[in-house]
């Protein structure tokens, strides 16, 4: 999963494009997922994932399982489904199957966690993220470190926020829909 600020970047970089949401109901969507006690259910994840990498985290999403419970989505519902499409590009496109393959579990996601730890000022700074943006879910806010050479760098994040941000969710939807299954935009 996308760390709350890879979140709040790509949600506020989508607002800026579509002002007409409520941006407190929106972001706090987009906060939610991760912030309830129960991540398996509020990301749809597939109850059969598998045990390797590349398996357990790409069946962490289940995009055509939340439409199927969730019809003309509301400001804070399209938040809720930005931050489920986030993570599941994230793991499609941010790390190879070679890597993913190579890497137990516990190696990426020590790996992973530091990133974020990188990432997050940088992108705080980059973006706009304030302490305000996590009101809904306080405990989502997270200090970072100064950023340093990790498994995400400045420049892939910011062309993956910029790529995910751009998306045309009502498209994107009927795509899914059609398909019957997670599909990339």
Sequence with gaps: MACATIHLAIAKKYLEKNNTLNYDKFIAGTLYPDAVNDNDKSHYTDKN???????????????????????????????????????????EECFTTKYLLENSYESFCKDLYFAYSCLN????????????????????LYPGILYQDCILSKDAINIFIKKVSSIDINSYIIKIKDNKKNVKP
């Design 49 to 91: 994932r598998g045990r390797d990498n590349v398996s357990h985290v790409r069946g962490k999403v289940n995009l055509y399982s939340f439409l199927q419970d969730h019809n003309n989505l509301d400001d804070f519902e399209l938040g809720w489904f930005l931050h489920l499409i986030t993570d599941y590009l994230f793991f």
């Design 121 to 140: 000022t940088y992108l705080s700074e980059e973006y706009k993220i304030v302490e305000e943006d996590y009101k809904s879910y306080p405990s989502e």
